[in-house]
């Protein structure tokens, strides 16, 4: 069974436009949204203000275990990701594997080079948490 994952309404309208505009640009790519899609269409979805401030949100940033390496990163649209930056989109296949799970969960999730397990280890900002509807 697939856990949980929590989503603000804003973020669920955003992603999923961004998801019909960009489903068939890449067929490469198709798989990837098709199964944020599914991430996306199974969440429980919240207000912001009832959002819990552990979980990874659109603009969260999040301390990340792969194995003993543990990297930071921030979750953005797909025009606001710079890797040089630690800016993942969500359309990337960490992004999408991120996406809606509290801090603790361990992630295991399809990558181009096999399955990748991921450690949330820490939520270091969620801009619901800090009251930054905006973002």
Do not use: C
């Not at 890797?83 to 361990?106: C, K």
């Amino acid at each position: 069974m697939a856990r949980k994952i929590f989503i603000t309404e804003s973020d669920k309208h955003k992603i999923l436009k961004i998801i019909s505009q960009t489903k068939y640009d890449s067929l490469k790519n198709k798989e990837f949204l098709n199964e944020l899609e599914e991430e996306i269409n199974r969440a429980v979805v919240k207000s912001p203000d009832q959002l819990p401030g552990d979980v990874i949100s659109m603009h969260s940033k999040v301390l990340l275990a792969f194995g003993d390496e543990e990297e930071e990163y921030t979750l953005v649209y797909p025009d606001e990701a710079d890797i040089s930056q630690n800016r993942i989109s969500v359309l990337s296949p960490i992004g999408t594997a991120i996406l809606g799970y509290p801090e603790g969960s361990v992630i295991e999730w399809k990558v181009p080079d096999g399955t990748v397990k991921i450690t949330v280890k820490k939520i270091l900002f969620q801009p619901e948490a800090s009251g930054r509807y905006d973002l």
